[in-house]
């Protein structure tokens, strides 16, 4: 986790693989923006990024601002409210409730529903 004093890392990544429920070979950035977020990001071949840097910067440019707002309405989408709801009821931060396992999310939950530590 990165995180400073006042601020906190929260990975799409893992709420990708844990809460997206998309298939195994659709959990990479472009998939899960066309599926969750039903639009087509900027592609590059990532053999092109090298050769893009030096010959066409104002396309590779565009193909990381894309990258980065895909990744921002992701989360702001279906990342943020959830894990903070549910930090609301499960006894962990942020970080931990978006990293561990449902099972271990349930049980903490249960816990903390009966009174346990």
């Known amino acids: 986790m990165v995180a400073g004093k006042w601020m906190v890392h929260l990975?799409?990544?893992?709420?990708v693989q844990r809460d997206s429920?998309?298939?195994c070979g659709?959990?990479?950035?472009k998939a899960v923006t066309r599926y969750k977020l039903k639009y087509d990001p900027v592609e590059l071949d990532p053999e092109d990024m090298t050769p893009f840097a030096k010959e066409r910067p104002q396309e590779l440019a565009a193909y990381s601002v894309s990258d980065a707002v895909a990744t921002y309405?992701?989360?702001?989408k279906y990342i943020h409210d959830f894990i903070?709801?549910?930090c609301s009821i499960i006894p962990?931060?942020?970080d931990d409730v978006l990293?561990?396992?449902?099972g271990t999310l349930c049980e903490?939950?249960?816990m903390n529903q009966a009174g346990g530590p």
Not at 73 to 76: A, E, T, V
Not at 99 to 102: P, T, V
């Open 26 to 29: 659709a959990r990479g950035l």
């Open 92 to 94: 962990y931060g942020p």
């Open 21 to 23: 429920y998309l298939p």
């Open 84 to 86: 903070f709801a549910l």
């Open 99 to 102: 990293r561990k396992g449902s």
């Open 11 to 15: 990975d799409c990544f893992a709420w």
């Open 73 to 76: 309405y992701l989360y702001m």
């Open 108 to 110: 903490s939950l249960l």
